[in-house]
Each structure stands twice: as structure tokens, then as C-alpha cells.
RNA sequence: GCGAUUGUAGUCCAGCGGUUAAGACGGUGGCUUCCCAAGCCUCUGACCCGGGUUCGAUUCCCGGCAAUCGCACCA
């Protein structure tokens, strides 16, 4: 733990604006909260970062899906089975349990019992609580999705995505050909994600409605390299890998080397998202990466780390990266019927070999009439190892038929085979909007105990508010310098914020306090004299002030956002 | 969901079975050549919700909601 007392930051957001508990004059719901003006604007400064790396940098694509999916989604993706536990409760001492764990050692698959066959089940076999031998209460189905219909009466079950990811698998084949059939296949999505959590806590680290950023990168199972890897390969990462405890640090070169991480496309899109987190401001030295244990990962998943960072609470998960293989859509492929597969050429075309079994029309024709064609087809789809004493059995509409010799022949024939169809893997980082949101706030908060000072050291890029314009007094013209200033600085993108009231210290700690980087004031020096034209610029985290032309604020204000550092203006 | 603690202006907090519910900070308007929360004046704003006990409840009791912590759950 640090010493960041996370209620009065959280006191100073709901106070500046920055998140609101939502429906607060209603009593509130837990678990839910509403971003103010400020918030939204950090947060989308930090969406825009994200998409300055992934879209401008990776060259990927993005979209915008469903947040109402219907239950065969979710059904393939396995949140149906997964997201719905059966739970019991003890009814003495009030200890929850999944209730088909409870059974298994008396059924082999008691994933399927129903809550009634359940209870019977305890009944039967005497189970009690397993933590104090108290009487078991009746199993209650607890979905962490939200449920709805879609349309009226005897409507389609739907629920609410709890992640966004699956609106990407869903529009594969679009997003397939959109790219021309070729992988790899970058897509991005942000949006809201919904799980009805059990008991919501931690602020913002929980929520039951949340914002995610999610990547999905298809590649060729056979190809796990990157072609930008070489770039990163000598970049460290803070990693802690499943085999033990220990914290390391190594380069992405070695890690994949040592197998520490799965291969290069994995490494290397962890490293984008240390590069990712470090540059909206987190604290490199809380920063690090965790390797799922094998137990924790999920069945599918070939490989995954979550980026860790240190709060206030503890480590925190903030985003996942995993190699999820060809699991999404070789299971969306199998509940839809729909081949999701990317034709891979060869270099080569290859000329093969093989035994067909060839029908003989003319035979199946007179004999089968209507059937002909349909068991011709069941025919050819038949090798030559399905021939039982000469004959082949296929079944059509059901109905089994034994084909003779007469029927079919067997011949050589050559094929040319210019590729093959694969399942893409997929390579998943996924961000947690909402906990990157309050870990940059935290790691920039800043409280001088004895002065009673709040500093919100924001990175520029991602303050909501670039610049504060003020007249030393609201009179004598400095008004009206400093409201020309304002309208020629502040834009959709440099927001700036005017500000006469009050005393000029409260004006600059109003805004140290909301992380803004940069404060400009006219005095009487801006209208008289010879610094006549030039007002100050003030630095935040130094502190130090400079004399501008009045006339190039705007320019000088760019300069720095680019990067440009506060002593060479 | 369970247990413990808590709930008074935007924030921090005082108080009480009958009060005009106090103060500080903040916000607002004004005055002040005002560069790091200076000063003076004006104004602003609160007893979480519902029920019960009582002549009378912000205060006592019960329930709900929310928050904090612990357990469990989740990741």
C-alpha cells in the first residue's frame, strides 16, 4: 500500500468533476459512476492515445459493434455457461458455494444438473456446508450478465456484452474481406462492457458498467513473428512469470528466447502496452507484468499476461494480453455453421496424389432416381478406406444405403493444392478504460499534507485542460487582453479555461489541482512599459514563469504540447 | 451476499426528543495594482430514503439504499 489516501483523491474528482457516483439523488447504485466534464476529457485524451498507437502507429482498424447481443454469441464465446454459476448458500453460516462443485465427485458432468436436481443431489448424498456442516438452502441461478429480449412478446434472449470483444469475432468475415483476405488483421473497439457484479468495490476498480479498449489481432497460427519485433527486442520489461513468485527483468529478446513468453507477436504487444501506459503518465516503477497461472488461465488461452499496476489498493490488473489461439472463432465457426478460416497460399503450389472414389452416374441414375444426386455426393465424399468387402455404405436423409461395386470406382488422380485454409489466432490486448483512467489520476496526484496542496501532475497530453488564461485583475483592460487570448487558444482540441475571480494564487491552485500544465496571465507590465505586448506563462510542476509575446500564446502552447520542453521557449 | 462501522450544505465537521441546525473551507456578487488558496463586505447551501414509537424524530427503534473495512465472489 501507499500513502495515497484514494478517498480524498476520489473526493477531489467528484468535487473538480472528474467522475460522479451515478444517480446519486436517487440514493445511488453501487458500482456505477458517471464521468464530468473533466473526466470525459481525460479519458478521452486517453482513448485517443490508445488509437494514436494502435490505428496511426500499427496501422490497425476499428469499429463500433452491438452492446445488445443475442444469447448464441454468448453461447459460442462460453459467458452463458461460464457467467451463469449455480450457487448455493449455506443456510447457517451463510458461505456461498458453486453449487455443482459440491457435487462432483457423485456426477461426472454435473454442469448440466438443474438447480432442483441439485438440491435433490444434496439431499441424496448428504452434503452439507463444507465450512461449519450446516444445512444447505436452495440453489439459485447468479448470471453475471445482464439479461434481456430483444423485440416483443415470445422475443430472442439477449444480453448485454460483457465484453467487446465478441463483436469483433462476429464481424470476422467482413472485417476479412475488408482487408483483402490478407492477415495479419488488426481491429480495435472501445466501448462499454456490462457485468452484474456480486458486490462491486474498490471505486472505479469495479464497476458493473464499464469502458474498455479492446485489440484483436488476427494472425497465421504458423506465424507468430512481427515484423516491427526487432525494434523492441532490446526494451526491458518488469515481468513475473508463472514458474515462481520472483519478480525479472529482461529484455523482450530474451524472454522469448527463454520461452518466458510464449513468441515475439505476444512479446511485442506487450511491450506496446508498457509503452502504451508509461506515456499517459504511469509510473514505470509500478508497473509490471504477470503471467496468468495455468489454472487461472483460461482453457484456451496459449499464453497471458496482465499489465499489474501498483494503486492504493494493491496490484491492480488493468489490461490483459493473451494469445487466445484459434478458440473465438473456431467456436463461433462451429455454433454458426460459418467457416471462419483465412485461405494461406502457398508459395508453391503442390501437385498431390491420391485414391478418389469416383461415382458412376450412370449406374446411380437409373437405379436411385431423385436420390441419385444426393448419394453421389455422399459417395465422393468417401476415401477409399471406407470400403468394406467392396462396398460402401453412406447415409442419406437418414436412411442408410449399401453401395455396390457397381456404383462407384476407385481412380488416381492429381491435385493441384495451391494453400490451405487455417483458423486465425488471435492475439488479444485488452484495456480496462475505467482502472487506466483512475491509475493516471493516482500516479499523478500530488498532496502537500502541511500546505494542504493538490497537485494533479497530469502529462500534457493527457490534461483535460491545457492552459488557464488569467487577467492579474479583472479591470483596467487586462480583462479584455486576457479574454483575446483565451478565444485564440482555446479549441475543441487545447481546451483552455478563462478565469478572473477570486485572487490570482486561488487561480493558479484551482488549476494545479485539476492537472492543468500551463497558466498564462496578463498584468500591468502586458498593457504599459517594456515588456508592453508579453504576458506570463507559468509551468506547473516547476513552478517557473516566463515572458511570452502576447500575439504567440497559441504557438507557444503547441510547441509544448509537441514535446517541447518549458526552458527552451 | 454475510459481519462490523458509518450516513448533517460541494467538502470537512458541531449539535440536539421541541434550536432560527452552529462553524470552517468552497462557490457567488462587489471592493482592493492581487503573481502563487491574502483581506473586507454580500449572498448561497444540509439533517440519505421509507416505516414505527412519540403531542413532537435530524436525534430512539426497524427496514431499504449508499460508503468504508473484513470474509466470500470477481479479475
Same mark, same amino acid.
Given at each position: 500500500?501507499?500513502?495515497?489516501?484514494?478517498?480524498?483523491?476520489?473526493?477531489?474528482?467528484?468535487?473538480?468533476?472528474?467522475?460522479?457516483?451515478?444517480?446519486?439523488?436517487?440514493?445511488?447504485?453501487?458500482?456505477?459512476?458517471?464521468?464530468?466534464?473533466?473526466?470525459?476529457?481525460?479519458?478521452?485524451?486517453?482513448?485517443?492515445?490508445?488509437?494514436?498507437?494502435?490505428?496511426?502507429?500499427?496501422?490497425?482498424?476499428?469499429?463500433?459493434?452491438?452492446?445488445?447481443?443475442?444469447?448464441?454469441?454468448?453461447?459460442?464465446?462460453?459467458?452463458?455457461?461460464?457467467?451463469?454459476?449455480?450457487?448455493?448458500?449455506?443456510?447457517?453460516?451463510?458461505?456461498?458455494?458453486?453449487?455443482?462443485?459440491?457435487?462432483?465427485?457423485?456426477?461426472?458432468?454435473?454442469?448440466?444438473?438443474?438447480?432442483?436436481?441439485?438440491?435433490?443431489?444434496?439431499?441424496?448424498?448428504?452434503?452439507?456446508?463444507?465450512?461449519?456442516?450446516?444445512?444447505?438452502?436452495?440453489?439459485?441461478?447468479?448470471?453475471?450478465?445482464?439479461?434481456?429480449?430483444?423485440?416483443?412478446?415470445?422475443?430472442?434472449?439477449?444480453?448485454?456484452?460483457?465484453?467487446?470483444?465478441?463483436?469483433?469475432?462476429?464481424?470476422?468475415?467482413?472485417?476479412?474481406?475488408?482487408?483483402?483476405?490478407?492477415?495479419?488483421?488488426?481491429?480495435?473497439?472501445?466501448?462499454?462492457?456490462?457485468?452484474?457484479?456480486?458486490?462491486?468495490?474498490?471505486?472505479?476498480?469495479?464497476?458493473?458498467?464499464?469502458?474498455?479498449?479492446?485489440?484483436?489481432?488476427?494472425?497465421?497460427?504458423?506465424?507468430?513473428?512481427?515484423?516491427?519485433?526487432?525494434?523492441?527486442?532490446?526494451?526491458?520489461?518488469?515481468?513475473?512469470?508463472?514458474?515462481?513468485?520472483?519478480?525479472?527483468?529482461?529484455?523482450?529478446?530474451?524472454?522469448?528466447?527463454?520461452?518466458?513468453?510464449?513468441?515475439?507477436?505476444?512479446?511485442?504487444?506487450?511491450?506496446?502496452?508498457?509503452?502504451?501506459?508509461?506515456?499517459?503518465?504511469?509510473?514505470?516503477?509500478?508497473?509490471?507484468?504477470?503471467?496468468?497461472?495455468?489454472?487461472?488461465?483460461?482453457?484456451?488461452?496459449?499464453?497471458?499476461?496482465?499489465?499489474?499496476?501498483?494503486?492504493?489498493?494493491?496490484?491492480?490488473?488493468?489490461?490483459?494480453?493473451?494469445?487466445?489461439?484459434?478458440?473465438?472463432?473456431?467456436?463461433?465457426?462451429?455454433?454458426?455453421?460459418?467457416?471462419?478460416?483465412?485461405?494461406?497460399?502457398?508459395?508453391?503450389?503442390? +501437385? &498431390?496424389?491420391?485414391? $478418389? !472414389?469416383? /461415382?458412376?452416374?450412370?449406374?446411380? *441414375?437409373?437405379?436411385? =432416381?431423385?436420390? @441419385?444426386?444426393?448419394?453421389?455426393?455422399?459417395?465422393?465424399?468417401?476415401?477409399?478406406?471406407?470400403?468394406?468387402?467392396?462396398?460402401?455404405?453412406?447415409?442419406?436423409?437418414?436412411?442408410?444405403?449399401?453401395?455396390?461395386?457397381?456404383?462407384?470406382?476407385?481412380?488416381?488422380?492429381?491435385?493441384?493444392?495451391?494453400?490451405?485454409?487455417?483458423?486465425?489466432?488471435?492475439?488479444?490486448?485488452?484495456?480496462?478504460?475505467?482502472?487506466?483512467?483512475?491509475?493516471?489520476?493516482?500516479?499523478?496526484?500530488?498532496?502537500?499534507?502541511?500546505?494542504?496542496?493538490?497537485?494533479?501532475?497530469?502529462?500534457?497530453?493527457?490534461?483535460?485542460?491545457?492552459?488557464?488564461?488569467?487577467?492579474?485583475?479583472?479591470?483596467?483592460?487586462?480583462?479584455?487582453?486576457?479574454?483575446?487570448?483565451?478565444? +485564440? &487558444?482555446?479549441?475543441? $482540441? !487545447?481546451? /483552455?479555461?478563462?478565469?478572473?475571480? *477570486?485572487?490570482?494564487? =486561488?487561480?493558479? @491552485?484551482?488549476?494545479?489541482?485539476?492537472?492543468?500544465?500551463?497558466?498564462?496571465?496578463?498584468?500591468?507590465?502586458?498593457?504599459?512599459?517594456?515588456?508592453?505586448?508579453?504576458?506570463?506563462?507559468?509551468?506547473?510542476?516547476?513552478?517557473?514563469?516566463?515572458?511570452?509575446?502576447?500575439?504567440?500564446?497559441?504557438?507557444?502552447?503547441?510547441?509544448?504540447?509537441?514535446?517541447?520542453?518549458?526552458?527552451?521557449?
Amino acid at each position: 500500500m501507499t500513502e495515497i489516501n484514494n478517498n480524498d483523491l476520489l473526493s477531489v474528482c467528484k468535487r473538480r468533476g472528474f467522475i460522479w457516483p451515478s444517480f446519486e439523488i436517487y440514493g445511488g447504485v453501487a458500482g456505477m459512476f458517471d464521468y464530468g466534464p473533466l473526466g470525459f476529457s481525460l479519458r478521452n485524451n486517453i482513448v485517443e492515445i490508445w488509437r494514436d498507437i494502435y490505428k496511426g502507429g500499427e496501422g490497425f482498424v476499428e469499429i463500433d459493434s452491438e452492446t445488445v447481443n443475442p444469447r448464441e454469441v454468448f453461447k459460442a464465446s462460453g459467458h452463458v455457461d461460464e457467467f451463469a454459476d449455480l450457487m448455493t448458500y449455506c443456510t447457517k453460516c451463510n458461505s456461498p458455494f458453486r453449487a455443482d462443485h459440491l457435487v462432483k465427485d457423485f456426477y461426472g458432468n454435473p454442469d448440466v444438473l438443474t438447480p432442483r436436481e441439485l438440491d435433490e443431489a444434496f439431499e441424496k448424498h448428504g452434503i452439507s456446508c463444507p465450512e461449519c456442516k450446516g444445512r444447505l438452502g436452495p440453489t439459485e441461478e447468479f448470471n453475471l450478465m445482464f439479461k434481456t429480449s430483444i423485440g416483443p412478446g415470445s422475443s430472442r434472449v439477449g444480453y448485454l456484452r460483457p465484453e467487446t470483444a465478441q463483436g469483433i469475432f462476429v464481424n470476422f468475415l467482413n472485417l476479412y474481406r475488408y482487408n483483402r483476405e490478407k492477415l495479419p488483421l488488426g481491429v480495435i473497439q472501445t466501448g462499454r462492457g456490462y457485468r452484474n457484479e456480486i458486490a462491486p468495490r474498490q471505486g472505479m476498480i469495479r464497476m458493473r458498467e464499464f469502458n474498455m479498449m479492446e485489440v484483436e489481432l488476427f494472425v497465421d497460427p504458423e506465424d507468430k513473428d512481427w515484423a516491427r519485433f526487432p525494434e523492441a527486442a532490446d526494451q526491458k520489461l518488469n515481468l513475473v512469470p508463472n514458474t515462481g513468485d520472483e519478480e525479472i527483468t529482461v529484455t523482450l529478446k530474451e524472454a522469448v528466447e527463454k520461452g518466458i513468453i510464449a513468441n515475439r507477436v505476444l512479446a511485442y504487444f506487450i511491450y506496446v502496452t508498457k509503452r502504451f501506459l508509461t506515456r499517459l503518465g504511469i509510473d514505470e516503477g509500478k508497473l509490471r507484468f504477470r503471467q496468468h497461472l495455468s489454472d487461472e488461465m483460461a482453457h484456451y488461452a496459449a499464453d497471458c499476461w496482465d499489465a499489474e499496476i501498483l494503486l492504493s489498493y494493491g496490484w491492480i490488473e488493468v489490461t490483459g494480453i493473451a494469445d487466445r489461439g484459434c478458440w473465438d472463432l473456431s467456436r463461433h465457426s462451429q455454433f454458426s455453421g460459418t467457416e471462419l478460416t483465412h485461405f494461406k497460399k502457398l508459395d508453391e503450389p503442390k +501437385e &498431390v496424389e491420391c485414391d $478418389r !472414389v469416383k /461415382a458412376n452416374h450412370k449406374a446411380l *441414375g437409373p437405379a436411385f =432416381k431423385a436420390k @441419385a444426386k444426393a448419394i453421389a455426393d455422399a459417395l465422393e465424399a468417401k476415401t477409399p478406406s471406407d470400403i468394406r468387402d467392396g462396398k460402401i455404405s453412406v447415409s442419406v436423409d437418414g436412411e442408410d444405403v449399401v453401395l455396390g461395386s457397381e456404383f462407384f470406382g476407385v481412380s488416381l488422380v492429381k491435385e493441384k493444392i495451391s494453400g490451405e485454409r487455417v483458423t486465425p489466432h488471435v492475439i488479444e490486448p485488452s484495456h480496462g478504460l475505467d482502472r487506466i483512467f483512475y491509475s493516471v489520476l493516482e500516479h499523478a496526484y500530488s498532496h502537500d499534507a502541511e500546505k494542504d496542496y493538490t497537485v494533479l501532475r497530469l502529462r500534457p497530453e493527457v490534461a483535460p485542460i491545457k492552459v488557464g488564461v488569467f487577467p492579474l485583475m479583472e479591470k483596467d483592460g487586462l480583462d479584455a487582453l486576457a479574454q483575446k487570448i483565451y478565444r +485564440e &487558444v482555446h479549441s475543441h $482540441r !487545447v481546451e /483552455a479555461y478563462y478565469d478572473g475571480a *477570486g485572487t490570482i494564487g =486561488k487561480r493558479y @491552485a484551482r488549476m494545479d489541482e485539476v492537472g492543468t500544465p500551463w497558466c498564462i496571465t496578463v498584468d500591468y507590465d502586458s498593457l504599459d512599459g517594456p515588456q508592453k505586448g508579453t504576458v506570463t506563462i507559468r509551468d506547473r510542476d516547476s513552478g517557473l514563469q516566463k515572458r511570452v509575446e502576447a500575439d504567440s500564446v497559441s504557438t507557444v502552447i503547441d510547441a509544448l504540447l509537441a514535446g517541447k520542453s518549458f526552458s527552451e521557449i
